[in-house]
């Protein structure tokens, strides 16, 4: 049968040897190579014991909830214009810088590296070990955010004013139908994965890129279920939202959505990707 499949790219004629070959490297290496250390990072997180995964739940949910702080410092320092959440989601990335560049275990971020391994070995005791991870991190996460928001609540870590300014910022983000949550779920947590992908090529920028792609979650209104959790939680311990809207209509589909965008769109979707390319050089 004749081979009509297009010829592969070559580098140009003008460099010499040792470029040429560097070029090979650096194009056939690449994106093996991001994925790998992905893959290493997913290995370790899964190998953490329990009791670790969860205090460093903890510490990041009580790091995250800074980013609903930042808000509200920035909030209470600008006029009420269109504008002004311009500015006061700038606060919104802080918490995530926290806890991503201090290796926390924050809940989409770190736990879908997991993935890769176990979309390279699947097997049950993988499935456990990556339902172990999920369930200590998100668990601790919540339980940080939760304790963040019953400190502001009780008016113990903010004023009397900046606690009704946080009320106010809050009080105009009405909640969704539990669909549309899930649906803005999704490109959260396929934001939050490409956060983890792209780190590793990062090269000293780790910074910009935490602040750029979170801070378009919060100007997309994008739903992630720790940071969102931190502000309904909120809502909930003020009094102005039952315990049902808080949870059960934002939490629970927040966190479907994802982990749909993040584990299945993304971490499925990239371990694919490289799987096609090694079975093509095969």
Not at 7 to 21: I, S, V, W
Not at 110 to 127: E, M, R, Y
Not at 218 to 232: I, N, R, W
């Amino acid at each position: 049968m004749t081979d009509i499949s297009e010829p592969e790219a070559e580098p140009d004629e003008g460099l010499d040897a040792d470029e040429t070959r560097d070029v090979e490297e650096r194009r056939a290496g690449s994106s093996k190579i991001v994925h790998e250390v992905v893959r290493l990072q997913g290995e370790e997180e899964l190998r953490r014991p329990a009791l670790a995964l969860t205090l460093s739940g903890i510490a990041a949910g009580l790091a995250i909830a800074l980013s609903l702080l930042c808000e509200l410092f920035l909030r209470s320092h600008l006029p009420d214009t269109d504008w002004a959440p311009l500015v006061y989601f700038l606060g919104y990335p802080i918490g995530y810088v926290i806890v991503i560049m201090g290796r926390l275990q924050l809940f989409t971020e770190s736990t879908v590296t997991a993935v890769l391994p176990v979309a390279k070995t699947p097997s049950l005791d993988n499935f456990a070990r990556l339902a172990r991870l999920w369930t200590c991190v998100l668990a601790g996460n919540l339980v940080g955010v939760t304790l963040v928001s019953a400190l502001m609540a009780g008016e113990i870590i903010v004023t009397h004013e900046q606690h009704m300014v946080a009320l106010d910022i809050l009080g105009k983000l009405e909640l969704q139908h539990w669909t549309r949550t899930l649906t803005l779920g999704i490109p959260a947590g396929f934001i939050m994965a490409a956060v983890a992908w792209v780190l590793p090529n990062a090269r000293g920028s780790e910074f910009w890129v935490i602040f750029a792609l979170t801070y378009v979650i919060a100007l997309g209104g994008f739903a992630h279920v720790v940071t969102g959790s931190s502000q309904v939680s909120f809502l909930w311990l003020s009094g102005s939202i039952g315990f049902g809207e808080a949870w059960l209509e934002f939490a629970l589909p927040a966190l479907v959505g994802n982990i749909i965008g993040g584990t299945g769109l993304f971490a499925v979707l990239a371990h694919g990707q490289m799987r096609s390319d090694l079975s093509a050089e095969e």
